[in-house]
Structure formats: C-alpha cells, structure tokens
Antibody
Framework: QLHLQESGPGLLKPSETLSLTCTVSGDSISKSTYYWGWIRQPPGRGLEWIGSLYYSGNTNYNPSLKSRVTISVDTSHNEFSLTLSSVTAADTAVYYC?????????WGQGTLVTVSA | QSALTQPASVSGSPGHSITISCTGTSSDIDDYNYVSWYQQHPGNAPKLMIYHFTNRPSGVSNRFSGSKSGNTASLTISGLQAEDEADYYCASYTTTSTLNIWVFGGGTKLTVL
C-alpha cells in the first residue's frame, strides 16, 4: 500500500525559504519508473504543478516557479524534498506530494503552509 | 504554460448526467494521450478518476467516463449521486524543447441539485 506524507513548517515569514519533505512508504523512489512531484493549492483556488523528480534523478519545474524551486531526493530515507526560496503571501497554499506516471495516482494528505509577517 | 480551461461550475439533478469540458491547445491535449481527471472533496486530497483520457483506475465507478475531441477532453458523470458533489480538475502533460511540464485546469465545481 503506497503512502505519501508531507512534513515541514506550517508558518513562514516573507522572504524565508520553504522546505518540505515527502516520506514515501510502499514504493521505492529510486527503483520505480515514476515521477515524484509537488503540487500546491492556494486557499479556495485550483491546483498548480510545482515540479517533479524522475526516478533517475532528472527534475522538471513549472517555468513560472523555476527560479525559486529545487526538488531533491534522499534515497537512503526514501524521501524527496521541496525547497522554495523568497516566499511571499502568494505562496500560501496546501502543498501536496504525489506519485505520477504521468497521471497523479497517489497523493499525500497535504500540508498547509502560511506565509505571513 | 497556460492552464487548461474548464467551466467554473456545473450542476445536475440526481440520476441525470453532466459533462465537464477541459480545453487545451495542440501542444498539450491534442498532442499527448495523457489527460487525467481528479475529484476533490473539501478538505481532502484530489483523487484520480480518469487517466489517458478514457481509462478508469480500479475502484472508480463506471458512472465516470472520459473522452477527447481535438483539443478538448471531457468528463461525463452519469446517474448523478449526492456524493459526486465535489470539485473536478483535468490535467495534461506537455513538453517544451527541454522540459516535461504538467498543467492543471482551473477546476469545476459540481453541484448536485
């Protein structure tokens, strides 16, 4: 049974760096031929793809966020992480991690990150 | 990369059918067979309902079906039930010369009257 769980700080100040981790159980990030991605959803709004990591280590990012985003993997802990720099209030959202192939077939429960002074 | 275009809302009566459209471009929907649909109830993560335009994952009701015509994908829900009331999102894969990109539609709120 595949399970994804997001973790990280829920409150940030403007200009800080957002760091979230997705812990995966039930599948191996480095061995399965899937993408592992991050998606966010501002309160009351739609879904936005942030970026994805392929099992081989290649990354793809949303062009609108590319300059601020890094997705990395820790294969020893079967985790992948999101870093988003220089956050503003516009980055306030529920952040989801997901497996996709290319359809997003498994999602974490999501974690709310609020950016506020 | 522009988001896919969905109607903001649709509604239907129990037992009836509704269709939600998702319009893209020749760079995404028309070129690739990777459109998928997601159902999201308030406070929950999205759930995959349809992939590769027409395929249903195991466990998804056969009341949900997908189709494609040119640049537009569609999700049809037949025999509407109260539990179908939710937000629905389409998503598509596309590529530039150097990137693989995924885009979502703006979402459609389904109200079961």
């Amino acid at each position: 049974q595949l399970h994804l769980q997001e973790s990280g700080p829920g409150l940030l100040k403007p200009s800080e760096t957002l760091s979230l981790t997705c812990t995966v159980s039930g599948d191996s990030i480095s061995k399965s031929t899937y993408y592992w991605g991050w998606i966010r959803q501002p309160p009351g709004r739609g879904l936005e793809w942030i970026g994805s990591l392929y099992y081989s280590g290649n990354t793809n990012y949303n062009p609108s966020l590319k300059s601020r985003v890094t997705i990395s993997v820790d294969t020893s802990h079967n985790e992948f992480s999101l870093t988003l720099s220089s956050v503003t209030a516009a980055d306030t959202a529920v952040y989801y991690c997901a497996r996709h192939a290319p359809e997003f077939d498994s999602w974490g429960q999501g974690t709310l990150v609020t950016v506020s002074a | 990369q522009s988001a896919l275009t969905q109607p903001a809302s649709v509604s239907g009566s129990p037992g009836h059918s509704i269709t939600i459209s998702c319009t893209g471009t020749s760079s995404d929907i028309d070129d690739y067979n990777y459109v998928s649909w997601y159902q999201q109830h308030p406070g929950n993560a999205p759930k995959l309902m349809i992939y590769h335009f027409t395929n249903r994952p195991s466990g998804v009701s056969n009341r949900f079906s997908g189709s494609k015509s040119g640049n537009t994908a569609s999700l049809t829900i037949s025999g509407l039930q109260a539990e179908d009331e939710a937000d629905y999102y389409c998503a598509s894969y596309t590529t530039t010369s150097t990137l693989n990109i995924w885009v979502f539609g703006g979402g459609t709120k389904l109200t079961v009257l």
